[in-house]
């Protein structure tokens, strides 16, 4: 199936940003919507940011305005710009397949972001 890869994780100050990026292996990443999720300690992995083959996003209320989703089909890739980060931010965050378009794949490592007061 479908291989994912997250990066770009860290440690910031809250206020600052990250840029996560994703990259899936096959053409069904390419042709899929694909988002972003995230599961902090103790709460159940939620979708915060989606985007589909034509570019068009959704995001959970509680990160619009502050991150961006965007892919780059021909590098197997997603990107996640988050900005203006706040230490609720912090989780460990995955891509996959759109859980509103269908079944996700396996799931990646997904990489941590932590942020600070």
């Known amino acids: 199936q479908v291989q994912l890869v997250e990066s770009g994780g860290g440690l910031v100050q809250a206020g600052g940003s990250l840029r996560l990026s994703c990259t899936g292996s096959?053409?069904?990443?390419?042709?899929?919507?694909i988002a972003w999720y995230r599961q902090a300690p103790g709460k159940v992995r939620e979708l915060v940011a989606a985007i589909s083959v034509g570019d068009s996003t959704d995001y959970v209320e509680s990160v619009k305005g502050r991150f961006t989703i965007s892919r780059d089909n021909a590098k197997n890739t997603v990107y996640l710009q988050m900005n203006s980060l706040k230490p609720e931010d912090t989780a460990v965050y995955y891509c996959n397949q759109d859980k509103n378009y269908g079944s996700v794949w396996r799931w990646g490592q997904g990489t941590q972001v932590t942020v600070s007061s």
């Open positions: 096959g053409r069904a990443f390419s042709i899929n919507p």
